[in-house]
């Protein structure tokens, strides 16, 4: 059964530093991964999708990456805003049987602090 | 924003009382999810559709029935609702086996 972990739960940064996010799952036959932000009381927001063939994904100051061999995916975000303050999540689907399944991570809650 | 409501966007209700939540997409998406979030489970898949008329088993179904009659419409329901089934529910869409897009979810409590 995949298992995906993000670690730290909770990350609490100055406004202007870079930071990266952790993400790594256990069984690494993956169809794809993606990126969540969810504010308190939303939905999510999906912000990076990586298929397994892919290493990395950016959009503005996101960049995904993805090993897949290790089990593992970073969140990389550049020059930390307050407004990046919410909770990412990522998850994976799984190729073969299950693969409409989405597997998440509890998240990290991230706080940039002005 | 992919076009996704969710209604209704908070219900509370009484043990044993049935329960529907709706999930409505205007993007035309083949396959439609709903998951539930509870605090230190995370999101978990419930079940899902692929089509109209189609749909299976996820992760935590027990307790659950869905219905597709229409592309657009993906009915979550609640025969008999307990207490641990109080929780927020989300409603998902996608276009393939790629990515999923999530609706701004229902907050359901079980008294």
């Known amino acids: 059964k995949q298992e995906v972990t993000q670690i730290p739960a909770a990350l609490s940064v100055p406004e202007g530093e870079n930071l990266v996010l952790n993400c790594s799952f256990t069984?690494?036959?993956?169809?794809?991964l993606q990126w969540f932000r969810q504010d308190p009381g939303k939905g999510l927001t999906s912000l990076l999708l990586?298929?397994?063939?892919?290493r990395e994904q950016t959009s503005g100051r996101l960049n995904a990456s993805l090993d897949k061999s290790s089990g593992r995916s970073t969140l990389y975000i550049a020059a930390s805003q307050p407004g990046d303050s919410a909770t990412y999540l990522c998850a994976v689907k799984n190729s073969g049987a299950g693969s409409y399944q989405l597997t998440f991570g509890k998240g990290t809650k991230l706080s940039v602090i002005p | 924003d992919a076009g996704i409501t969710q209604s209704p966007r908070h219900k509370v209700t009484e043990t044993g009382t049935p329960v529907t939540l709706r999930c409505h997409q205007t993007e035309n998406h083949r396959y439609m999810y709903w998951y539930r979030q509870d605090p230190g489970h995370g999101l978990r898949l419930i079940h899902y559709s692929y089509g109209v008329k189609d749909t299976d088993k996820g992760e935590v179904s027990d307790g659950y029935s869905v219905s597709r009659s229409k592309t657009e419409d993906f009915l979550l329901t609640l025969e008999s609702a307990t207490s641990s089934q109080t929780s927020v529910y989300f409603c998902a869409i996608s276009g393939g086996l790629d990515e999923q897009f999530f609706g701004p979810g229902t907050r359901l409590t079980v008294l």
């Open positions: 069984d690494s036959a993956i169809y794809n």
């Open positions: 990586i298929q397994s063939s892919q």
